[in-house]
Structures are given as C-alpha cells and as structure tokens.
C-alpha cells in the first residue's frame, strides 16, 4: 500500500520507518511548516535525515499532501480540541477522493465522531483508528471481533504519564511536582503535560471506546473528569494501609441511553488488575457472553502506536 503520512512527530517517524518492513511504502509525508512526495515513493532516510538538521522534511506546502498519490493517508498530526484541525480538513480531503484513512490523532473520532462517520458513508475509503486508543494494545480490534454491542462497560489505565508519576510517588513517597519534573527529565512526561495530568488524554480515549461502543457521538464535553495534580504522597500512605493504591481510571458504560463517560483518581487493590505500574496501560472490557478481559501492554511510544498504525493499514489491505 501506498502511504501519505501527516505529521512528523514521533508516531509519523516511526511510521516511515517500519512501513518497509511490513511491504508498505511512504509516497508522501508532511509537517507542520513542509512535506515532499513522490509516487514511487520517497527516500525515507534522506527525508527524516532533512527533518532532523533542517527541520522541515521537504519544499511543498503541508496543505498539498492529501492531493498526492498514495491509497491510505496516516494522520498523526497532534490532537486538538474542538473543530479537530487540522486532523478533520486532512481526512475529509482523503475521504472525498476515496482514499482509505489510518488515525493515530484522536481529535477527529473524538470531537467530530458523527461528522467522520458521514464522510466514509460517502467515500469509497475506510477509516480505521485502533492507534488513537492504547498505543500498540489491540483494544479496538477486540471490541471489533466481539462485537460493539456484546461489550457493556470499559475501564482502564490509559495514560501512561500518569500512571508513571502515581507509581513513582507510591513507591518513593515523592510529591507530584518532584515526580513530574523527574517524568519530564526521563521524557516520559511532555514539557506541556497538561493533557496527560489533568486527564484529558484519558478522557479522549474513553469517548472514542464510547463512541464505538454506542455510535452517539460523543464528546470531550460528554466525560467528567477529574486529573492527579491533587494527590498527595499521604493520601498514596493511606491507601497503602489499606492494600490499596491510587491510579487515574477511565470508565465507559453502556446503557439504554448515552454511554456514561468519567475519568478520574481511583482506589484500586495493590495486587489487583489496575495496578500496573510505570507507563503501561491496561483496559478491561466488559463483555455479555465472554465475561471480564484484560488487554495489557504500552499503551504509548512512537513504534509501539506506529504498530497499531500498521496494523490498520494491513487490515485495509
């Protein structure tokens, strides 16, 4: 398959560099201010090469890239809130020449879920999005052969920032702004970690499973949530007392109406399913007639989403 990659972060790089290897190549790929292409596919290593010392990848404008030649844009620009873009232009412009559509962002599934859905009803492309929920966990795959409808509730860990300072201050007995600044220095917290901290992150994940799950088109605006900035070491000693410790935990129920979205610090067993450690994510699914799974692994990572990613593109092959 022919790949057009928007955005070269993390998520975009690494996609251009496993895409060979799964028999895929990259025909465009822009960032914020450039993008090059080329139907016989570009030169992978001199292009991010370019990025690294000039940074740009190339003399095109961005905006060109959904016009060029590939059969699946992979959009892993940055997510934003509210109108999604670029993300939503980017995939509406894909869609509207029949063009598939992998997502790595998660603004368009989860702020303008009903509007994508609209798209590829009018498109001869699919757009699949497994990356947007768990980095490299199969959790959209799994509720995809379940079947939506026979999973009634999900909850997990699903921001691996979090989940790494809530360990750190568990185990160490450390305040949040000193784990913070020691997430930052490790880079596994980002200079901004508003989204991850305040729950955020957590929260567009678990509206994306909520759309899937229902198909109602929900929200950022439909989730309560509530972030870890608050917690202390000794409300962290208090619940070790107890056997228990705290982590940021997202829920998702299904019910007759809308699905019910909340996000915030819970007390879970020390030994219990939710307590994973460092920046692993884990999700449980509830489930009519397969009882409770848990699905576990990173749950971020520029080669572990790229995977996911991949894992799409191969679907769509």
């Known amino acids: 398959m022919r790949l057009a990659v928007a955005g070269c972060g993390a998520v975009g790089r690494a996609v251009c560099e496993l895409a060979g290897a799964y028999g895929h190549r990259v025909t465009a790929l822009s960032d914020s201010t450039s993008a090059v292409a080329s139907p016989n596919g570009i030169d992978v290593e001199t292009v991010l090469g370019r990025k690294t010392e000039e940074g740009t990848v190339g003399d095109d404008d961005p905006a060109s890239l959904p016009e060029a030649d590939y059969d699946v844009l992979v959009e892993a620009t940055p997510t934003t809130l509210g109108d999604a873009d670029p993300g939503f232009t980017h995939v509406e412009r894909a869609l509207a020449r029949d063009a598939h559509v992998v997502l790595a962002n998660k603004g368009p599934v989860a702020e303008r879920y009903e509007e994508l859905r609209a798209a590829e009803r ?28 026979n999973v009634t509730a999900a909850r997990g860990v699903l921001n691996g920032t979090a989940n790494f300072i809530l360990s750190r201050m568990a185990a160490e007995g450390l305040g949040y702004e000193h784990v913070l600044s020691e997430a930052q220095d490790l880079g596994v917290a980002e200079t901004d970690p508003t989204f991850d901290v305040d729950g955020t992150d957590a929260a567009l994940k678990c509206v994306i499973l909520a759309n899937v799950l229902s198909e109602e088109g929900a929200t950022l605006a439909d989730a309560d949530v509530v972030g870890i900035t608050e917690i202390t070491p000794n409300a962290l000693s208090l619940a070790a007392e107890d056997g228990r410790t705290i982590r940021l935990v997202g829920e998702v129920v299904v019910g007759d109406g809308n699905p019910s979205v909340r996000v915030g610090p819970r007390l879970v067993p020390t030994n219990g399913t939710l307590a994973v450690s460092g920046t692993k994510n884990i999700v449980q699914l509830q489930t009519d007639h397969a009882g409770e799974l848990n699905l576990s692994g990173r749950g971020a990572g520029g080669r572990e989403t790229a995977s996911a990613v991949l894992a799409d593109v191969g679907r769509l092959s």
């Open 122 to 149: 009018e498109s001869e492309g699919e757009v699949l999005f497994e990356a947007t929920v768990g980095g490299a966990i199969p959790v959209l795959s799994t509720v995809a052969d379940l079947g939506p409808e």
